[in-house]
């Protein structure tokens, strides 16, 4: 089993920036495709990127394609999410998850085994 603690979210105006982190423990954290994922009031959980083991292969949604950036240090045991260029619109709780038993990230969230708490994330206008 892993756990995931997201840190790093807060209150921005648009067009700033956001760097959010995923810290796991337990076990071997380049075991584990990651992603990041966010929910916002009344909506559905939607994929916002995945990174696959070593983390050579990266996905987008494409509402924040160009704009976010996912990355991790496994020797660290730690995924990113560098938020720029932010909007009103990518106000929502943002939540780490693991997937298990595949080097390749998914982009729905059923294929993910493990989700830290969530950090909130908020845009101004």
């Known amino acids: 089993q892993v756990q995931l603690v997201e840190s790093g979210g807060g209150l921005v105006q648009a067009g700033g920036s956001l760097r959010l982190s995923c810290a796991a423990s337990?076990?071997?954290?380049?075991?584990?495709?990651m992603g990041w994922f966010r929910q916002a009031p009344g909506r559905e959980r939607e994929f916002v990127a995945g990174?696959?083991?070593?983390?050579?292969?990266?996905y987008y949604a494409n509402s924040v394609k160009g704009r976010f950036t996912i990355s991790r240090d496994n020797a660290k045991n730690t995924m990113y999410l560098q938020m720029n260029s932010l909007k009103p619109e990518d106000t929502a709780v943002y939540y780490c998850?693991?997937?298990?038993?595949?080097?390749?990230?998914?982009?729905?969230?059923?294929?993910?085994?493990?989700w830290g708490q969530g950090t909130q994330v908020t845009v101004s206008s």
């Open positions: 337990g076990r071997t954290f380049s075991n584990y495709a």
């Open positions: 998850a693991a997937r298990n038993g595949s080097p390749w990230p998914g982009r729905t969230s059923n294929e993910y085994d493990y």
């Open positions: 990174i696959s083991w070593s983390g050579g292969r990266t």
